[in-house]
């Protein structure tokens, strides 16, 4: 089956929606997250999710508005803990990355009825993407485009020296709080494409492969955009045409991608020197 055959079903066509608009918040996100070293936060948030799938299980609400409030918890949670209560940051991040796992195993071990299917959260499926899915990552991307227009510049300055930016008058601890919440939201929406286990990947490596290109911050939002797009698109065809997971292979062309381009990179580098 080609290409013009499998956009005529619905769920392809979902499926590359739902990419197109998951790019667009992660790559804006993703941005912050690499720029800040937040990677091993986001790792944390991401983990510390399957806590809130395991109560929407258990009390039989929507898992994903669940696995929301509990990331949103949990982002806030690390960021109070370690600005406020002198706990180091790393070890506020393993408490909730541990707290959300194990609440989710326990919780999910105790749901009434027939166990749950957790592969589609844990790995991903991008083909089982619903329009509720796409239009909530829509207004996400909408909304995130919004708040970084209007706060850019500070959004930059906090995002690489915060002892700079509170000398600005800039209002960091909001700023913070918000990227913060912001972060949750996009990993809770994004969960369905790669999957709880593989999504820190989605959010930081087409930002590290849009890095080799360009520092310039904007800059490197733009292309983390297009090259996460690109990476969903070829990584759901390829996955259809190998009968692969489709999570598994976007983040294994994601990361082919990024190696492709450190190549090119280091053979422009000594092309140059010659």
């Not at 806590?51 to 929407?56: E, F, K, P, S």
């Amino acid at each position: 089956m080609d290409i013009p055959e499998l956009l005529q079903y619905a769920f392809f066509r979902n499926a590359l929606l739902g990419s197109l608009f998951a790019s667009v918040a992660c790559g804006i996100i993703g941005t912050y997250v690499v720029s800040r070293r937040l990677v091993f936060i986001s790792g944390g948030i991401t983990h510390a999710s399957f806590g809130g799938l395991g109560i929407g299980f258990y009390f039989s609400l929507p898992p994903i508005l669940s696995a929301m409030a509990f990331s949103v918890f949990s982002a806030f949670g690390i960021q109070w803990l370690s600005r406020k209560q002198g706990v180091r940051e790393d070890s506020a991040i393993a408490v909730f990355w541990s707290l959300g796992m194990a609440l989710g195993i326990v919780l999910t071990f105790l749901s009434p009825g027939y166990a749950p299917n957790l592969s589609e959260y844990l790995f991903g499926n991008i083909l089982t993407i619903t329009p509720v899915d796409i239009v909530s990552l829509a207004v996400l991307s909408l909304v995130l485009v919004l708040f970084f227009a209007l706060f850019y510049h500070a959004i930059v300055s906090v995002s690489f020296d915060t002892e700079f930016a509170q000398t600005r008058h800039i209002p960091t601890q909001f700023i913070e709080y918000a990227m913060m919440l912001f972060v949750a939201i996009t990993i809770v929406l994004s969960i369905r494409l790669v999957g709880i286990v593989l999504l820190m990947s989605l959010i930081t490596v087409p930002q590290m492969t849009a890095n080799l290109f360009t520092v310039n911050y904007s800059k490197i939002i733009t292309l983390s955009i297009l090259f996460s797009f690109l990476g969903c698109v070829a990584g759901l065809l390829l996955s259809y045409y190998l009968n692969v997971p489709s999570g598994a292979f976007i983040i294994f062309v994601l990361i082919v991608m990024f190696f492709i381009a450190k190549a090119v990179k280091a053979f422009a580098r000594q092309k140059s020197y010659e």
